[in-house]
């Protein structure tokens, strides 16, 4: 039923629509800048009263006594390779072994943290052209086995349709197999006839690409798909393609990773003959190490940019838990994100969390801001320590660096831009709808109401275009929200591209919420060509010195 303006007015105000992760240009993060000290003194500080508390008000308790961890925050700008870290904490529990104190350098198993290594591993190796091509590709062998399934004992004796099951679907938990092939040890490689063999017994759960389903043997399948591509070990592809060229010298395999004298290493203990996949559940790495693969994600060190756009995107599907979405191997966490300059919007974080024994780990990537996190921690009260509350406090934080994104937007494009001979104090004939006196004048403001750069005046040849874009859309000039969002820079750092997106202010509410539908408006110029492009022009320092307007061959000085 149609409801009255006011109705609406009553029942929600109006939310701009933000196109989904176009909010701000990726901040830049310097380590030693007032902005990001702010930040890691406030995190900081969380995390002391969260240990000395025991709990924290919103995500709940802890348990400091027993659990050591260890938690980084890296940059993935390119000028930060060297030392990706932003912001490092550790805390070594009472209860833990002599020795054992948590540093930069300590040694922890990832457990199913490891599932991201093995589809990195892929992406570096072999490139994502071959997501949609079926696993039998490279292993027939499951063919040929499936057709000698037994239904004894199995129930519905049904065989998986190894043909359907993709590189994707065992990538984002697609592939509806089991979880464990239960024919592999943690602490050497799985012998692949067995592993094959012990599948192609195991009806499946689900068809593939019906429901994510979580699976470790999985990325064994990838990680025995990978030998055959690669003609050669697991062990030697990972290290070839990602530890080495990332200098990741203390992150390895159960059974292979390197020992040190300086730093504890935790997982000594760790069963190297309990069942499990190697490639799913046997890494070992510190946080540090942690650190350097992430920056190496967010920058595209080892894979081109558009395959970390692709493998950086929203989720495949849904899980049972509608804020998580899955990816490759990803959970992808659709988050909210406000602070006292922006309104609240969604941002996708990019997580993959690890468990094995009494080991939890947790990797963070927000592409939106060009920064992570990584978390490993010991319980020594013999259970994997629940890292979720530790995640939500990083997670939460860095709400400020959205902050700082918009801060450093508004210093860097919000301004009145104008043409040689128009007056850069913005005089009144400059900015007099239809005065016709041929100046031209831009005008952009940093939104408070949500993400993006007002569009707040734009006159070009003696035209309102403002004016001509609410007419343009049926739209009351004065309930015209007509703002910029980024979409992308040049390679060499001079130019920033944005793209303007109508709203109307005084749009009717659906159902109680807004109908977003600007991701089906962008690039709609409703015959105004090349008026909602707009392409900044930076200087060395990354400031906008003027903009131009493409479509109208226009170029405006600030």
């Known amino acids: 039923m149609l409801i009255s303006h006011a109705a609406a007015a009553d029942q929600l105000a109006y939310q701009p629509c933000p196109l989904l992760r176009a909010y701000y240009p990726v901040p830049t993060l310097d380590p030693v800048s007032d902005a990001i000290k702010y930040f ?86 072999v490139g994502d052209r071959h997501w949609d091509d079926p696993i039998t590709d490279f292993l027939p062998e499951l063919l040929a086995s499936g057709e000698s399934v037994s239904p004894a004992g199995l129930g519905l004796g049904l065989a998986v349709p190894w043909a359907d099951v993709t590189i994707a679907a065992l990538a984002s938990h697609m592939a509806g197999i089991v979880q464990d092939s239960n024919a592999c040890t943690l602490g050497k490689p799985c012998d692949r006839k067995t592993f094959i063999n012990a599948m192609a017994q195991i009806p499946p759960l689900f068809l593939p690409d019906t429901t994510p389903v979580f699976s470790n043997a999985a990325f064994q399948l990838l990680a025995a798909a990978l030998e055959t591509a690669q003609r050669r070990p697991f062990a030697d592809v990972l290290a070839r393609a990602v530890l080495q060229p990332l200098n990741m010298a203390r992150t390895a395999l159960l059974g292979q990773r390197a020992h040190s004298n300086t730093s504890a290493v935790f997982g000594e203990g ?106 490993v921690a010991h319980n020594a009260g013999g259970v994997a320590a629940d890292l979720n509350v530790y995640a939500d406090v990083v997670a939460g934080e860095l709400g400020g660096l959205f902050a700082l994104a918009a801060a450093q937007a508004g210093a860097q494009f919000a301004g009145v831009y104008s043409s040689p001979s128009s007056s850069s104090s913005s005089s009144s004939s400059a900015s007099s709808p239809g005065s016709g006196n041929g100046s031209d004048v831009a005008e952009f403001a940093l939104a408070r109401d949500g993400p993006g750069l007002l569009v707040a005046r734009l006159q070009l040849g003696g035209r309102d275009v403002r004016a001509d874009v609410a007419a343009a859309a049926g739209i009351a000039l004065e309930n015209l929200d007509w703002r910029a969002y980024p979409a992308g820079g040049s390679a060499d750092g001079t130019r920033h591209r944005f793209v303007a997106v109508v709203q109307d202010r005084s749009a009717l509410v659906d159902a109680g919420t807004p109908t977003c539908v600007t991701w089906m408006a962008a690039g709609d110029e409703g015959g105004l060509a090349g008026a909602h492009r707009f392409v900044f022009l930076l200087d060395g320092q990354g400031r906008a010195g003027g903009v131009s307007v493409p479509g109208r061959n226009v170029q405006l000085g600030r």
Do not use: C
């Open 40 to 125: 890691a003194d406030n995190l900081t500080e969380t995390l002391d009263t969260l240990v000395r508390t025991g709990t924290h008000p919103i995500y709940g308790p802890i348990t400091p006594n027993t659990t050591s961890f260890s938690v980084v925050l890296f940059s993935g700008a390119d000028n930060t390779a060297a030392d990706p870290i932003l912001f490092s904490y550790q805390y070594t529990a009472p209860a833990a072994p002599p020795g054992d104190a948590v540093t930069l350098d300590a040694v922890f198993p990832l457990g199913t943290l490891t599932q991201l290594f093995t589809v990195y591993t892929w992406l570096a190796a």
């Open 270 to 375: 760790l069963d190297a003959s309990a069942m499990g996949e190697q490639a799913a559940l046997s890494l070992f790495s510190t946080p540090r190490d942690l650190a350097t693969a992430g920056h190496a994600i967010l920058s595209s060190r080892l894979i081109p940019p558009g395959t970390t756009r692709r493998w950086l995107r929203a989720s495949a599907g849904d899980t049972s838990n509608l804020r998580n979405g899955v990816g490759r191997p990803w959970e992808v966490y659709r988050a909210g994100v406000g602070g006292s300059a922006i309104a609240p919007f969604v941002a996708d974080i990019f997580l993959k969390a690890g468990t094995v024994g009494a080991y939890s780990s947790y990797v963070g990537l927000s592409p939106d801001v060009g920064a992570g996190f990584a978390l």
